[in-house]
C-alpha cells in the first residue's frame, strides 16, 4: 500500500501568464505557496486483475481505458499500469472548483503513488511535467502550468514559465518569522460556490489578445512581489492583492460576480488591505490580507466559513511505503 499527500496552493500574483498563449510570446511569471490542506492518494495491488477507484466517483473496471475518471485513467496510462490496482482519493477541502489547484495536486499525487508502486523514482519536476502534459496536453484543458509545478515543488517559490515550454522555479527564502507574520494577516472563506475553472479561463483565452497589456501588468507584480519578499517586506501584498483583483476582475465577467464584489468590499471597509478569489476567480475561496487587529471585524463582516491554514514547505510526498 502506497499513500501520497500533495498540498493545494494559493498564488498571490501573476496567475493567468502561466497559460501558454501569453508565456509562449511573453513569458510567465507566478509567486505562490503550497498550503496544509492536501489531497491523499491511496494505491494498493489487488489480485484480480482489475481497477477499483472510490473517490468522489466509484468506478470498477477491467481495464484502463473504461475508466470514466480521465485524470486517474491517464495517470495509470503514464505509469504503465493496465489494472491489478485499488485507488481510493481523499481530499482536505471540496475536491473541485475551489481555485487551489485540487486537480493538479490530485494529478501529481496520483502520478507519485502510482510511479511509487512500480518501483520508479520519479523527480518532483517530472511529475509536474507529467502532470502538465496530462492535464494540458492529453485532455485539452485551457489551464496555466503553475498548479502542477506548485503541488509537485512545494513552498513560497517563484515560478517562471519560458516561451519554449521550459519552467523555471525559484525558492523564496523568508524567516519561520516572517513566514509566520505573514500567515498570521491572510485568512481563508469558503464562498460555497464552485465553478468550473476550465469554462473561466477558456473565456479568458479567446480574450488573450485584448488582455496582453493586462496580463503583462500582473506577470510585472509577481516579479516586484518576488523582490519585496526576498527584502522581507512581506507586507507589501495587502496592497498588491488589492491591485491585483483589480485587474484581474477586468479580464473577463466572469471572474467575479455581485456576490463576491459584496464580500470583499466588507472585508475591506472592516480594515482588510486587499483579496483576492483564489484561482480562475468565479467562486470557491476569497483570500483576504489584513493586520491582526482586524481580523475580528472582516470575520463579522463576511458571512463565510472560514478555512484556517498555514505554509506548506514540502510538496507531493509518499507518506506511507507498504509495498
Known sequence: MIISRTPLRISFAGGGTDIQDFYGRNGGSVVSTTIDKYIYVIVKRNFIDRIHLRGSVNEEVDHVEQIRHD?????????????????????????????????????????????????????????????????????????????????????LRHFQFHPDGKVHSESINLSDNQKQEMDNRLLLFYTGINRSASAILSQQVKKMGQNMAMLQNLKDQSLELKKQFERGNHAYLGGLLADGWRIKKSLTIEISNSHIDTWYENALNAGAEGGKIAGAGGGGFLLIYAEEEFHQAVRQSLPLQELSFQFENQGSAIVLNLD
Do not use: F
Not at 487551489?100 to 523514482?121: F, P
Not at 511529475?127 to 512545494?154: H, R, T, V, W
Open 71 to 155: 485524470l486517474v485513467r491517464e495517470a495509470l496510462k503514464k505509469a504503465e499500469i493496465q489494472t491489478g490496482v485499488d485507488i481510493c482519493i481523499m481530499a482536505d477541502i471540496p475536491s473541485q472548483g475551489t481555485g487551489l489547484g485540487s486537480s493538479s495536486s490530485l494529478t501529481v499525487g496520483l502520478l507519485n503513488a502510482l510511479y511509487t508502486i512500480q518501483g520508479s523514482d520519479v523527480s518532483a519536476m517530472e511529475l509536474a511535467k507529467q502532470a502538465c502534459e496530462i492535464e494540458i496536453d492529453i485532455l485539452k484543458n485551457p489551464i496555466g502550468k503553475q498548479d502542477q509545478y506548485a503541488a509537485a515543488l512545494g513552498g
